[in-house]
DNA sequence: AGGTTATATTCCAATATTACGATGAATAGA
DNA sequence: TCTATTCATCGTAATATTGGAATATAACCT
C-alpha cells in the first residue's frame, strides 16, 4: 500500500477525502464527540474516557489538529482541547456539498 | 498498527468511523463524483477516467460496494456501476447528523 | 533544585492500505 | 471453437496507520 497519487486528482477531491480519512477512526470520532458533549475543554480526561492510551490518544489528537478541528491551549500543566467551531462549520459546508450531490437520473440504464 | 480497537466504541461510532474511512481516499471521491455526473451508469471508463490502473479501480469499487455505495449489474462483458441513492441519501443522513453537531459552549472556557 | 503531574515524542511491532502485474473467469462475436 | 474484451482476484512490493512502552518535555509546587 502506501502511496496515494494525489497529482491524479483534484485538490479538492484530495482536501475532501484528507478530512474524511480523519474522520475514518472510531477513537477520532469519540474523541470529537466527547468534545462537543462537555462544554468545557478537556484535558487528559479524554485518556479516561476513551480506553486508550495516553500517547495513543495523543497522537489522535495530533491528526485532529492537522485539519484545524481542535484547538489546544495550555493551561498550567494540562492541556485544554476543544473543538473550532469556524473550523467544524468550514469542514462540515466541505462535506455536506459532496454528500448533497443527487443522480441527475432521467432514467436508470442499468441498475 | 493496525489493529483498532472496535469493542471500546460503540456501534455507531464504528460505523460512521468506517463510512468516514471509506471516503477517505481521492479516487473513490473521484469515483463517485464520475458516478453522479454520468446519469448513466459506468463501467470500466472510469479506468481511463481516473488514471489508475484497472485492478486498482476494481479493488476500490469493491470498498465503494462493501458499504453499499454503489451498485454493478452485469451486461455483456462489462459491469455497469451507479450510486445506489437510498443508500447513499442514508449515509449522507448518518455523517450529516454528526456534522451538525453544534458545542453547547455557553462561554468558552479555554478555548 | 527535586518531585509530581500532564502531555508530547520517539521507536517499534503488528497490521492495513494502495498500486499494479499476472492470471483467471465470463461473455460476445467471428 | 477461437479470440478479443472486460472485469475480478491473487500475489507482492512499497508505504501508511495503530497502539503502546519508553522516554522526553514542560509546568507547577515545595
Not at 489528537?61 to 467551531?85: E, F, M, N, P, R
Request: hydrophobic share 40%; net charge negative; glycine share 8%.
Amino acid at each position: 500500500m502506501g502511496i496515494t497519487k494525489s497529482d491524479k486528482f483534484t485538490e479538492a477531491q484530495n482536501r475532501l477525502a484528507n478530512i474524511a480519512k480523519v474522520l475514518g477512526h472510531p477513537a477520532r470520532i469519540a474523541i470529537i464527540q466527547h468534545l462537543f458533549k462537555i462544554d468545557s475543554c478537556i484535558c487528559g480526561d479524554l485518556v479516561n474516557e476513551i480506553g486508550l492510551a495516553q500517547p495513543t490518544i495523543s497522537q489522535h489528537l495530533k491528526v485532529l489538529k492537522s485539519v484545524g478541528i481542535i484547538q489546544g491551549s495550555i493551561s498550567g500543566t494540562s492541556v485544554c482541547y476543544c473543538i473550532d467551531q469556524d473550523e467544524w462549520n468550514n469542514l462540515s459546508e466541505i462535506i455536506g456539498q459532496f454528500l448533497s450531490q443527487k443522480a441527475n437520473t432521467v432514467d436508470d440504464v442499468c441498475c
